[in-house]
Each structure stands twice: as structure tokens, then as C-alpha cells.
């Protein structure tokens, strides 16, 4: 058995209540003892932003009681002057109850463009209230030829994975960038039973019978999958990878620590690739 524990960033998109297929409600308890099981995990850190609902305030009244939490990123829009962009960010240090963060990611890739967003991304450098800045990316046009920026956070699944052959994300990487992966489940859709798939993404239930099917062929687990074809071809990522509840997270231990052959990760990503469609994309769903 492997132990990527280390590798696993908790997401907190699912603390905002309304997030993802299945929007699963739970109360500040439950998403504590979400937390202290990361901990326990000793997974590497945390994933948040000013757009999740409460979830700023629910890890920083949990993050208060602690003697050591992990790592925090969290993430902003990146738009406005530097005193706007200033007091938005104390906000959200205010919120999770710290002084500084690891990481600030700029949640629109557009918006890294603006040189106040720049300037402003290096002040917080400067003044050592970040380690790291960061841009949540959708495509490979985004990555920037930029060394101030470190970490790219960028959407990677079985459906939607040719980012990973980009010449300018393979340059990024070579020259000392992180990435941290995220969307690997489809907001839960690649895990979902086909009965439960919403209407406006029918379209999708046939790859996804598909994909079911060829992990049950080859004796493997659809989460095992999911996960590790990430961490064999990024070996130095981070997986940002949310959960409702603590079973679903222990699940998730559980099963990507689990080895599996080469052969089937090549194949799966075939798979993949004989299913374009734009609906991989969540940007794209109107429902």
C-alpha cells in the first residue's frame, strides 16, 4: 500500500452548502470533524476562498482550537486597485483566524492580466503574508511565462486531461511550479450512479457507462482510477479533493493509495479521449 496522504489538499467547496451535483448540507461540527480527520490524515493542506459561503469562518473557529492546522490556500477574483484587492484579502485572513496564508490563488485567470492584480500579489510577498501566488486555470492559454507566479491550480479528470501534455505547463513545472489538481471527480458526476445523473448532463451517461464498465472489467475502483493517473503522471502534484461527510473522506484514503498498472492508466486515457465534449467543462452547465 502507497501513502499519498501527504499529496491530498481537503477542498471546502462543499462547506458553502451549495456546491457541486449533490449539495449536501452539514452542520459546523460535522465539517470540523471533517478537518480534524485531515489533520489526523496529515494531509497537506487545506483549499478555500472568499467565494464558498462560510467556509473561511468555519476553518478559522476550527483553526483557532488548534496548536497546528496545515497548509491554507485560499483564493480571491483578482479584480481591482491595490487597496481594494488589500481589503478583500485581510478579510479573508480575518475570517480564517491567521496572519498569513501558504498560498493566494487568483480564482479568474483573467484577471491576472491587470498590474494591480500583479503589484499587489507582490506586496503580499514583500510584507510576508504569503509564500505563494497562484492562478486557478481552465486551459493551457492561461498558464503564464511569469516567476511570480508558483502554483497553478488547474481542472484534470479522466474526460478532460489534455492540459497535461502542454509544453508550457511542462515549462512551468521545470522551471520549480506547483500544481495542485482539481475537478478529478466532475463534482462527484464520474463517481455518481447513471441513475442519478441530472438531465442536462445526459449526454455524459454514456462515456461515464463506459468508464464504469472498464473498471469493473479490470477489477479496479473508479475513485483508485480517478486518482492515480494524476499522481503517476504528476508525481510532484497536489490533489485538491473535497468530501461531504468522514466515511467519503476515509474512502478516499483508502482507495487512491491503491497501485495500478500502467497499462490500465493508458488505456482509461484513451477511453477518455474518444468522449470530447464540452459538458467535462462545468463552466458550460446551464442548468
Not at 479490470?218 to 482510477?225: E, M, Q, T
Not at 503517476?232 to 461527510?245: A, E, I, M, T
Request: glycine content about 6%; overall charge positive.
Amino acid at each position: 500500500m502507497i501513502n499519498y496522504n501527504d499529496r491530498i489538499i481537503i477542498g471546502t467547496a462543499q462547506f458553502s452548502n451549495n456546491y457541486g451535483l449533490s449539495k449536501v448540507k452539514n452542520n459546523i461540527p460535522s465539517k470540523h470533524k471533517l478537518l480534524d480527520k485531515a489533520l489526523e490524515y496529515k494531509c497537506h493542506g487545506i483549499d478555500t476562498a472568499l467565494e464558498y459561503g462560510d467556509a473561511q469562518k468555519i476553518i478559522g473557529s476550527w483553526a483557532i482550537k488548534k496548536k497546528y492546522i496545515p497548509k491554507i490556500y485560499t483564493k480571491i477574483s483578482g479584480l481591482g486597485n491595490i487597496n481594494e484587492l488589500n481589503k478583500i484579502f485581510s478579510k479573508c485572513l480575518e475570517d480564517l483566524k491567521v496572519n498569513k496564508v501558504e498560498g493566494l490563488f487568483i480564482h479568474n485567470q483573467d484577471n491576472w492580466r491587470n498590474n494591480s492584480t500583479k503589484l499587489f500579489a507582490e506586496k503580499l510577498i514583500n510584507e510576508d503574508k504569503i509564500n505563494h501566488i497562484g492562478i486557478s486555470i481552465y486551459d493551457e492559454e492561461a498558464i503564464p511565462d511569469d516567476s511570480l507566479v508558483s502554483v497553478l491550480q488547474i481542472p484534470i479528470n479522466i474526460f478532460n486531461h489534455n492540459i497535461l501534455y502542454s509544453k508550457k505547463l511542462e515549462k512551468f513545472i521545470n522551471n520549480g511550479g506547483e500544481v495542485h489538481v482539481r475537478s478529478i471527480f466532475l463534482q462527484g458526476l464520474i463517481l455518481m450512479g447513471l441513475e442519478n445523473i441530472p438531465n442536462f448532463l445526459i449526454s455524459l451517461k454514456e462515456p461515464l457507462s463506459t468508464f464504469q464498465n472498464f473498471c469493473k472489467n479490470n477489477h479496479i475502483d473508479p475513485l483508485s482510477l480517478c486518482t492515480n493517473f494524476i499522481l503517476r503522471r504528476l508525481p510532484n502534484s497536489k490533489l485538491v479533493l473535497g468530501s461531504d461527510n468522514l466515511s467519503q473522506l476515509d474512502e478516499i484514503i483508502n482507495k487512491m493509495n491503491v497501485k495500478i498498472d500502467d497499462n490500465i492508466i493508458k488505456d482509461a486515457l484513451k477511453l477518455g479521449n474518444n468522449y470530447p465534449n464540452k459538458l467535462w467543462d462545468p463552466r458550460s452547465w446551464n442548468n
